[in-house]
């Protein structure tokens, strides 16, 4: 079931990839505005930055699939996925630090070591 929807959301994004993109632009609009936060963490806004971003880039994915004359390979979306959310892991290595559970560095090491 599961997977029928998900075939049918890719293909609804392949017709539609006007309507795609805009929603897209649409979404990273709400980002920028100025009471981004609503008085809450910067981990919020972080967070649904990151979202956002891996979305676009599942939507990029979905309509490169058939266009590309071959598949881009897996490490690529990988990293760009990691450098989607690479700020999140930053804001918790913040986090752990000011609790005295580690050090802010090592998380962003471990980022820096995969990419």
Same mark, same amino acid.
């Given at each position: 079931m599961a997977g029928k929807l998900l075939?049918?959301?890719k293909e609804w994004v392949r017709?539609?990839?006007g309507v795609v993109q805009n929603f897209d632009w649409l979404l990273l609009f709400t980002v920028w505005n100025p009471n981004r936060t609503g008085g809450g963490a910067e981990f919020t806004y972080e967070a649904w930055h990151a979202a956002i971003?891996?979305? !676009?880039l599942w939507h990029?994915?979905?309509l490169?699939?058939?266009e590309l004359p071959t598949s881009r390979p897996a490490p690529y979306?990988?990293?760009?996925?990691?450098?989607?959310v690479e700020t999140l892991i930053e804001l918790r290595g913040i986090h752990l630090e000011q609790h005295?559970?580690? !050090?802010r560095y090592a998380p962003l090491l471990a980022v820096e070591t995969i990419k």
């Open positions: 075939d049918h959301y017709r539609h990839p971003g891996l979305l !676009s990029q994915n979905i490169e699939e058939d979306w990988w990293l760009d996925a990691l450098e989607h005295g559970k580690a !050090s």
